[in-house]
């Protein structure tokens, strides 16, 4: 009887709906088209990413031509309403963008290239509040070399150099990382200090490099192999904590702990979960981060010496980090936790939190240039001290 009385309710408003009438919203949006709610281009040194916010998944598919070079994605079941304006974009890979909504529910973007890419295209899921997202990566051709061999050889060549420490600016890209109340980004104040600590270490006499230069995404086991790429002595990566309760502050210094399993505290659990996220929020799946080779004995001792040495040279931070007026250390020694990002067997690599940005005073202070000085030169004063304390030993 019941499903008999929907039927003829079905029939009834189509009937109406012929004779003029409107429809029912419910009716209206059975099967209402997706929505593009946004769309943005990142530029990075290998490839660029453009990505669109959705309202809930789609289909869609990528196709690649050449003479002239370009990509054309189609979405099906879409709606698009975006400002033009948002079409006009160009980097060194995009030299421009098409648009053809003519046909209802189909939209067709075409992607000329400047230079030979290789395209890919994925969906991400809603994660962390951030909305459904069709990515299309283009990757430079030149760039799909995990390995440089030219600089692999020049490395080889200078390993009797200058100490070399990687400086891994946490986040970046579509991955903003904590967000202070006041709007601060982490991959915002993360690049700030990591620039000014590569000028500091270069001032003493080591060699700095950078994971990202720029606002873009590189994935967490990318940077790992960055730092081994460039033979680092050291790697450490620049953070800013946030915790739900607004009073918690101070600098923290965490290396990896043994078997990268992280200690039976929760709210450290809740951020080694959070950092370790960032490739599943920037668009590339962790999967098994671990390393293999760490079942092979040789490994596994070359990365106890690792951290080990992680472990004095987190030491050596901290005390350095306590001279800076002001800032406050959350816990007093060096913590261990199984963050992704330090799972190079080979380098010891150290994860610092610079400070609190759920904190608004800690915040405030992260934004400033002078706190960033002073925080990269206590930073660059701890390194000095551990490779000054290593060669003495």
């Known amino acids: 009887m019941c499903i008999e009385m929907v039927r003829r309710e079905v029939l009834k408003a189509l009937l109406l709906s012929a004779s003029g009438l409107v429809l029912p919203v419910s009716f209206l949006h059975a099967d209402a088209a997706a929505q593009v709610t946004n769309m943005r ?3 990075g040194p290998e490839h660029t990413r453009i990505v669109f916010d959705l309202d809930k998944k789609i289909h869609y598919s990528l196709q690649q031509f050449s003479q002239p070079d370009r990509v054309v994605v ?18 060194a890979v995009v030299g421009g963008v098409r648009l053809d909504n003519s046909t209802t529910g189909l939209v067709r973007l075409e992607f000329a290239l400047k230079i030979p890419a290789i395209p890919n295209a994925f969906l991400l899921r809603s994660i962390g509040g951030r909305p459904p997202r069709l990515v299309i990566e283009l990757q430079r051709k030149e760039g799909m070399e995990e390995e440089n061999p030219a600089l692999a050889s020049l490395v080889a060549q200078n390993r009797r150099r200058d100490p070399v420490i990687v400086i891994d600016p946490g986040h970046g890209g579509e991955d ?10 982490e991959k915002t104040v993360t690049l700030e200090v990591a620039h000014r600590l590569v000028k500091e ?3 003493a006499g080591c060699k700095a490099y950078l994971t990202r230069t720029d606002d873009y995404f590189v994935p967490l086991r990318k940077r790992v192999a960055i730092a081994r790429r460039y033979s680092a002595d050291l790697f450490v990566s620049l953070h800013a904590d946030a915790f739900r309760i607004p009073s918690a502050r101070g600098a923290s210094v965490y290396c990896l702990s043994e078997r990268g399993r992280a200690e039976t505290d929760r709210s450290l659990q809740v951020l080694v979960e959070r950092e370790n996220a960032a490739d599943l929020i920037g668009g590339v799946d962790l999967g098994q981060v671990v390393d293999p080779e760490l079942r092979d004995i040789l490994v ?11 472990m004095a040279y987190g030491s050596s931070l901290l005390v350095a980090l306590k001279k800076v007026p002001s800032l406050r250390i959350h816990f007093r020694g060096v913590k261990q936790a199984g963050f992704a990002v330090l799972k190079a067997p080979d380098v010891p690599s150290v ?6 940005l759920s904190n608004r005073d800690e915040e405030m202070q992260l934004r400033k240039q002078d706190y960033q000085e002073a925080l990269a ?17």
């Open 300 to 310: 596994d001792l070359s990365q106890r010496d690792a951290r080990n040495r992680a």
């Open 41 to 43: 281009l990142w530029t």
């Open 74 to 91: 189609e979405m099906r079941d879409v709606s698009w309403a975006l400002d033009s304006a948002l079409l006009k974009v160009e980097d």
């Open 201 to 203: 270490l270069d001032a």
């Open 351 to 356: 994860l610092v939190e610079m400070a609190f």
């Open 176 to 185: 903003p990382g904590a967000i202070g109340s006041g709007g601060t980004y």
């Open 377 to 393: 030169r206590a930073l660059a004063s701890g390194t000095q001290a551990f490779f000054h304390s290593a060669s003495m030993a």
